[in-house]
């Protein structure tokens, strides 16, 4: 009676929305007149009115919001890099100048993005690389609109007479740029932020390299449909980040200003289930009928049942959707559309499994016939410790910003699947935004429009920049982080 559809062959339908940052809501009230706070509460036209819920509620976990300073911020701390150096004054300021020099073009293109919202698939900024003197694939690996931007910087001739062809390596850095927008929404996960941030931080590094002579290769991807679909784990499986020593990106979210977070999230499973039954008369003939509609709540009752005896950091959380229903017909058809999250894949699988069994109870009961197409289930994100912690540093120094490690929010991301393949990093980063305006909402995506916003993703660019440059530069430090990886695999059994 069942039949489903594996996540290989789902990657690419719209029907199944994953989302990135789509349950950031667990908010803690704070102290205060609730009339004072709801008076500071903007809503749109129609709108039902907010709870007053305390500002950054949804994350930050270790920061003390009523306090004058970010400083009580008790974060965990990640293991000191001791061999080697730093990155070096003069290369953080070519770094800095570079992306100062860029930042009304970067603006420019972040706001075209976000004037433009495209859902799933949609492609920009590969013609701007290419006049920046990157070589660029278009629809890259199958995938219509993903892209490869690629530049290489070679050992000048002063440098190869140094070294004998066989020593000299040439590492390779992956920095992705997200660009797909929200049903509805637009730009409200700030995607056309994460797209320039991958624009700035491969054109970064690019002029450190040149400008300090350092040899190594720069791969930016546009990796489209992180809304939905996957498009990272498409990616990864067609070969996208072999090459790669290491990749990073970043994402911003609502928080105290200048903090950033190095959250591990959780792992989504998207699934679409599909009831079809036989229609007739409510009223006339009832008994001839299968209530598609019956099932999806028999199915969607059940679930809630559930959830008494889930884990209280699992989440499993949908809708219903009809077509054409009237009252005075019994549906034939009904479509549920979920998403299952929990702390790591393997808790997501056997929650999946129990999940999958109200829907197949649900048109046991009904007598419906059931479709269940399975997307491709996102992994929780696995941070490199040695990468999060060169990253801490550099921030730290460039812009004195926090980096908060403690468990941070339950948002999912196609990256997740990226950090269990090679050495990566997805730091989150604050931008000023309204209260209850956080990912995922029309506010954020006001939010993400900003000039706040804007200057504070070009710092985080400058640091992922400065750690990508220190990656392609650094051997020993590379190796470091590489160890680090091998031996996580090796104690999750993986």
């Avoid at 004037?115 to 799933?120: A, L, N, V």
């Avoid at 609502?254 to 190095?262: E, F």
């Avoid at 931008?431 to 070009?458: D, R, V, Y």
Wanted: hydrophobic share 40%; aromatic share 8%.
């Amino acid at each position: 009676m069942s039949h489903r559809v594996s996540p290989k062959n789902f990657v690419a339908d719209a029907g199944v929305q994953a989302g990135c940052w789509a349950n950031l809501f667990g908010l803690r009230k704070r102290g205060g007149s609730a009339k004072s706070k709801a008076a500071q509460l903007t809503r749109r036209e129609g709108d039902a009115e907010l709870i007053p819920y305390v500002h950054f509620g949804h994350g930050w976990y270790d920061l003390k919001y009523d306090s004058v300073t970010i400083d009580s911020c008790l974060s965990e701390k990640l293991p000191e890099y001791s061999d080697g150096e730093g990155v070096a004054p003069e290369v953080l300021q070519t770094i800095q100048a570079e992306l100062e020099d860029l930042s009304p073009r970067l603006r420019e293109l972040s706001l075209d993005i976000w004037h433009h919202p495209e859902i799933m698939y949609e492609e920009r900024l590969t013609e701007f690389m290419a006049s920046r003197g990157f070589k660029v694939t278009p629809h890259y690996l199958g995938l219509q609109t993903a892209w490869r931007a690629e530049f290489t910087y070679p050992a000048s001739d002063i440098h190869r007479k140094a070294k004998t062809r066989s020593t000299v390596h040439t590492r390779v850095i992956g920095v992705n740029s997200e660009m797909d927008a929200l049903p509805g929404i637009g730009h409200g996960c700030g995607h056309n932020l994460i797209a320039m941030s991958g624009v700035a931080v491969a054109l970064a590094i690019k002029a450190a390299l040149q400008k300090h002579d350092v040899p190594g290769t720069v791969l930016l991807l546009g990796t489209p449909a992180e809304e939905a679909g996957g498009g990272k784990i498409t990616l990864l499986e067609r070969g996208a980040y072999k090459e790669m020593d290491a990749c990073i990106m970043s994402h911003p979210t609502a928080g105290p200003a200048n903090i950033s977070g190095l959250w591990q999230g959780v792992a989504l499973q998207p699934i679409d289930v599909e009831f079809f039954g036989h229609g007739a008369h409510a009223g006339l003939a009832p008994w001839e009928a299968q209530n598609a509609l019956d099932a999806a709540f028999v199915a969607y009752a059940s679930i809630s049942a559930l959830r008494q005896q889930m884990k209280p950091d699992c989440r499993v959380h949908g809708i219903i959707v009809g077509r054409e229903w009237v009252p005075n017909i019994i549906p034939d058809y009904a479509k549920l559309r979920y998403m299952i999250r929990a702390p790591t894949y393997q808790e997501l699988y056997a929650l999946r499994e129990r999940v999958i069994a109200c829907f197949d109870a649900a048109a046991l009961a009904t007598a419906c016939k059931i479709e269940i197409k399975v997307g491709a289930a996102y992994y929780e994100v696995r941070n490199n410790r040695i990468l999060g912690r060169e990253y801490a540093k550099l921030v730290g120094g460039m812009y004195g910003m926090r980096t908060d490690t403690s468990v941070g929010p339950n948002y999912s991301t196609d990256f997740g699947n990226v950090t269990f393949a090679l050495p990566a990093l997805h730091p989150a980063y604050s931008i000023p935004t309204e209260p209850n305006g956080a990912n995922h909402t029309p506010q954020f995506a006001k939010s993400a429009a900003t000039k706040e916003a804007h200057e504070a993703t070009l710092k985080v660019a400058a640091g992922l920049a400065a750690l990508g440059f220190k990656v392609l530069q650094d051997a020993d430090f590379t190796a470091e982080v590489k160890k680090s990886f091998d031996e996580w695999r090796a104690e999750s059994g993986i």
